[in-house]
C-alpha cells in the first residue's frame, strides 16, 4: 500500500518546484498517490477563499501534505494562508534544517543547526487593531486607563505567548534533539526589553530543560544570536525561538547554507504535517524554470522521513548532495556568480537528480 499525501502546488514559483520535487520523490520507487488541492491566489479566484475548507479537510484526512509557497499581499488584501493553515491545524512547530553542503559557496565550513520555531501565538496570532478604528479607539481608551499612553494615531499589533505554547515548542524541540542525536538546545528570546513575553517564554525554557538532563541548554538574546550566527555558526545545533524571532532567524541561517533555494522546512502538529520550502513565491522568477528547486526537494526528503521511508529518504539527500558537489546541473543561485551561462533551470537540475538517484 501507498501513502496518501495532499499536494498544494501554491502560487509563483510554487507549481514549479514543486513539480520538480514530485519527480524527484516519485523516482526513488515510494509509491505515493497525490491529493492535488488549490489554495492561494488561484483559490481565491476559483473558491472566493484563499484558503478553501477541502484544503484543510484533505490534510486532516491524509495527515501529510506537500506545499509550495503561497503570496500574501502586502499590507491589504488576504490575510496570510500559511499563517492560517498553522492556526486551524494547530502546526505548532515549524522545524527547518540548516545544512551546508559540499559545493556549496558560501564563507563557512561547518554548519549543521536546525531552527526550531513556534506557529501559533506571539505577534503573528493576527490580533490587530487597524489605525483610526472603532476597536483601537476603545483599546487605546483602556490602556490609558492602565496609565499607558499610545499615540492616538497608532496601528497596534498584540503579542501573546503563552505558557502553554511555550512549554510544547520547548519540549518538542528536546525531544527533536533526542530523537536526532542532537547535543544542543538555544533558546532565543528578548526577554531583557519583554519582561511578560519573552520572559514567560525563557523560564517556561529553563524549567522545562531540567526534564532533559543529556542535552545541554542555553539561551541567547535576539540580537546577539543574529551576530553569533554570522561569525560562528558551527557553535550551534538546535534553536528554539517564539515565532516572529524563528521566522527571521530561519532565513538568516538559510543564507549561511547557500540561500532560501537550499532551506526546507516542516510544519508539524499532533495530528497533521505539511512539508514546504522556507522561501516565498519569488513572484518575479514565476514561469521562468531558473529558480533552485533544492529547498522543496530537500522537504520531500524531510516527508519521506515522517512516512518512514527512511531509506528512500537517504538515497535522495544523497543524489541532492552529489549534484550539488558536482557544481554542474545546478541552477544560477549555486554557480560562482548567478549570469553564469552554465547554469541549468529548475526542471534540469531536478533531471539530475534523478539521473542520479538511477
Ligand atoms: P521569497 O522567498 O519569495 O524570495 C526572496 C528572494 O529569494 C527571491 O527574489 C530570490 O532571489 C530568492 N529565492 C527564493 N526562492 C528561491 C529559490 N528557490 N531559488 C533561488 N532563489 C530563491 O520572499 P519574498 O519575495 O519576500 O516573498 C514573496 C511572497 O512569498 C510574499 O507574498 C510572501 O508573503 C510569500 N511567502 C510565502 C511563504 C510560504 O508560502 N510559506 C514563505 C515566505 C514568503
Given at each position: 500500500?501507498?501513502?496518501?499525501?495532499?499536494?498544494?502546488?501554491?502560487?509563483?514559483?510554487?507549481?514549479?518546484?514543486?513539480?520538480?520535487?514530485?519527480?524527484?520523490?516519485?523516482?526513488?520507487?515510494?509509491?505515493?498517490?497525490?491529493?492535488?488541492?488549490?489554495?492561494?491566489?488561484?483559490?481565491?479566484?476559483?473558491?472566493?477563499?484563499p484558503l478553501p475548507a477541502e484544503v484543510l479537510e484533505s490534510i486532516?484526512?491524509?495527515?501529510?501534505?506537500?506545499?509550495?509557497?503561497?503570496?500574501?499581499?502586502?499590507?491589504?488584501?488576504?490575510?496570510?494562508?500559511?499563517?492560517?493553515?498553522?492556526?486551524?491545524?494547530?502546526?505548532?512547530?515549524?522545524?527547518?534544517?540548516?545544512?551546508?553542503?559540499?559545493?556549496?559557496?558560501?564563507?563557512?565550513?561547518?554548519?549543521?543547526?536546525v531552527v526550531i520555531r513556534e506557529t501559533t501565538e506571539d505577534l503573528y496570532a493576527g490580533i490587530e487593531f487597524e489605525e483610526g478604528s472603532e476597536e483601537s479607539r476603545r483599546l487605546l481608551e483602556f490602556l490609558r486607563s492602565l496609565g499607558h499612553q499610545v499615540r492616538e494615531d497608532s496601528g497596534i499589533s498584540l503579542k501573546p505567548i503563552s505558557k502553554f505554547c511555550s512549554e510544547r515548542i520547548v519540549r518538542f524541540a528536546f525531544e527533536y534533539a533526542r530523537r536526532?542525536?542532537?547535543?544542543?538546545?538555544t533558546a532565543v528570546h528578548k526577554a531583557n526589553i519583554m519582561k511578560f513575553s519573552d520572559g514567560l517564554f525563557l523560564s517556561v525554557a529553563r524549567e522545562v530543560a531540567k526534564e532533559y538532563p543529556d542535552i545541554s541548554f542555553e539561551d541567547r538574546i535576539v540580537d546577539n544570536m543574529c551576530m553569533q550566527l554570522v561569525q560562528k555558526p558551527e557553535l550551534y545545533d538546535v534553536i528554539v525561538a517564539p515565532n516572529i524571532y524563528g521566522d527571521l532567524l530561519s532565513d538568516l541561517c538559510a543564507g549561511l547554507v547557500g540561500g532560501l533555494g537550499m532551506a526546507?522546512?516542516?510544519?508539524?502538529?499532533?495530528?497533521?504535517?505539511?512539508?514546504?520550502?522556507?522561501?516565498?513565491?519569488?513572484?518575479?522568477?514565476?514561469?521562468?524554470?531558473?529558480?533552485?528547486?533544492?529547498?522543496?526537494?530537500l522537504s520531500g526528503v524531510m516527508m519521506l522521513r515522517h512516512l518512514g521511508e527512511v531509506?528512500?529518504?537517504?538515497?535522495?539527500?544523497?543524489?541532492?548532495?552529489?549534484?550539488?558537489?558536482?557544481?554542474?546541473?545546478?541552477?544560477?543561485?549555486?554557480?560562482?556568480?548567478?549570469?553564469?551561462?552554465?547554469?541549468?533551470?529548475?526542471?534540469?537540475?531536478?533531471?539530475?537528480?534523478?539521473?542520479?538517484l538511477k
Open positions: 500500500m501507498g501513502h496518501r499525501v495532499t499536494l498544494i502546488p501554491g502560487d509563483g514559483i510554487g507549481p514549479e518546484v514543486i513539480d520538480a520535487a514530485v519527480r524527484c520523490i516519485e523516482a526513488t520507487g515510494v509509491k505515493i498517490s497525490w491529493e492535488v488541492v488549490e489554495a492561494g491566489e488561484p483559490a481565491l479566484k476559483r473558491h472566493g477563499t486532516r484526512r491524509n495527515g501529510v501534505a506537500l506545499k509550495g509557497p503561497i503570496t500574501t499581499p502586502v499590507g491589504t488584501g488576504f490575510r496570510s494562508v500559511n499563517v492560517a493553515l498553522r492556526q486551524k491545524l494547530d502546526l505548532y512547530a515549524c522545524v527547518r534544517p540548516c545544512k551546508l553542503y559540499p559545493g556549496v559557496r558560501t564563507r563557512y565550513t561547518n554548519v549543521d543547526l536526532n542525536g542532537r547535543k544542543k538546545v526546507p522546512s516542516c510544519n508539524i502538529g499532533q495530528h497533521a504535517a505539511v512539508f514546504e520550502p522556507t522561501h516565498g513565491s519569488a513572484p518575479k522568477y514565476a514561469g521562468l524554470n531558473r529558480v533552485n528547486p533544492t529547498a522543496t526537494i531509506e528512500a529518504a537517504n538515497l535522495l539527500e544523497r543524489a541532492v548532495a552529489k549534484v550539488i558537489a558536482e557544481g554542474r546541473y545546478v541552477t544560477y543561485d549555486l554557480k560562482p556568480t548567478p549570469d553564469d551561462p552554465t547554469a541549468v533551470g529548475t526542471r534540469e537540475m531536478a533531471d539530475a537528480i534523478i539521473r542520479e
